[in-house]
């Protein structure tokens, strides 16, 4: 097995790590204000919204070209889905057709104009390995607004994700903040286009926050445990997709072996939550049964 320590000294492998420990915090302190929002499957919508865009960026101005497409087409989503959520329009139906529809438009468009296996498969994986110094410093720019964006209104995201009715009664530009979140997911998800690609950048802005509801309430702890999961699962999976090809002759696409990581830490925590509340159920109830059986006796002896 080849030490870690081996390949961290690879410039390729360096600039794959500083982006995605970019990505990663951006995705959990972003995903944590989406989560409390219930905002998952409006960001699913706007995830797969701007995959024209990226295609139509790739064609135009190869690898240089991808967040351009995928900004321009990233703003038009967020501001129409963001405006269509607050005058009621914004159901799951109509999210749904707004996936489906850009989706499939983006996929007619890469599989007429770039080699079809090839050009979907990086446009929907990414190409972690392959990222330039550009590249790192455009995820750093990008998700360090997102992140800039999200803590400088943290108090309302807080307010409107709680008491929405609230929010609305003291006066407060409702609005404003939604659009400012939706927004703060837009760049992450445009920073994640070309090192992680259009289609798994939903599970950093999710999986770390589920995971983190499993173990902790209180919001702060939420952050911070969603924050420790994305990087570790991160960093994690770069490693273990460097070690599939290199050691295991496996060729898999690193950002899917850090998908399937986050997946199966989460499934993990999901049975160790659920047998440790059955442990703790049985240990009240046993206390409770101990409890009533003196009493019991002692009304026999009376």
Same mark, same amino acid.
């Given at each position: ?14 600039? &794959? ?7 990663? =915090? /951006? ?38 070209? $991808?967040? $351009? ?40 468009? #890469?599989?007429?104009? #770039?080699?079809? &296996? ?19 410093? &455009? ?7 997102? =992140? ?52 798994? $950048? ?7 926050? /589920? ?44 950002? &899917? ?6 997946? /199966?830490?989460?499934?993990? =925590? ?33």
């Amino acid at each position: 097995m080849t030490d870690l320590s081996v390949l961290l000294q690879l410039p390729f492998v360096q600039s &794959a790590a500083v982006a995605i420990i970019v990505l990663a =915090v /951006a995705s959990a302190i972003v995903g944590t204000a989406l989560a409390l929002r219930g905002l998952e499957f409006l960001s699913d919508g706007l995830v797969h919204s701007v995959f024209p865009g990226v295609v139509i960026g790739f064609i135009a101005a190869g690898t240089d070209g $991808v967040y $351009v497409g995928a900004g321009i087409a990233a703003l038009i989503a967020t501001v129409a889905l963001t405006i269509a959520s607050a005058r009621g329009i914004g159901s799951d139906a109509t999210i749904a057709v707004v996936l489906a529809g850009a989706f499939s438009l983006g996929i007619v468009i #890469v599989s007429r104009s #770039v080699d079809y &296996a090839s050009g979907l498969e990086h446009l929907l994986f990414g190409q972690l390995l392959t990222v330039s110094s550009a590249d790192v410093v &455009a995820i750093c720019v990008l998700g360090g607004a997102a =992140v800039l964006l999200v803590l400088g209104t943290w108090k309302e995201q807080l307010l409107v994700s709680f008491d929405r009715k609230q929010a609305q009664a003291s006066g407060m530009r409702v609005l404003a903040y939604e659009l400012a979140l939706n927004i703060a997911i837009a760049l992450v998800v445009v920073a994640a286009a070309r090192a992680v690609g259009n289609l798994l $950048v939903l599970a950093l802005l999710i999986v770390p926050v /589920a995971v983190a509801r499993l173990v902790t309430r209180r919001v702060w702890a939420i952050a911070v445990v969603s924050l420790l999961v994305s990087v570790g699962c991160g960093l994690v999976g770069l490693w273990a997709g460097l070690w599939l090809s290199l050691d295991a002759g496996i060729q898999a696409s690193p950002s &899917a072996v850090l998908v399937l990581v986050l997946v /199966a830490l989460y499934l993990v =925590v999901v049975v160790v939550t659920r047998l440790t509340a059955f442990a703790a159920a049985r240990r009240r109830g046993s206390a409770a049964a101990a409890g009533r059986a003196p009493a019991s006796a002692a009304g026999v002896v009376s």
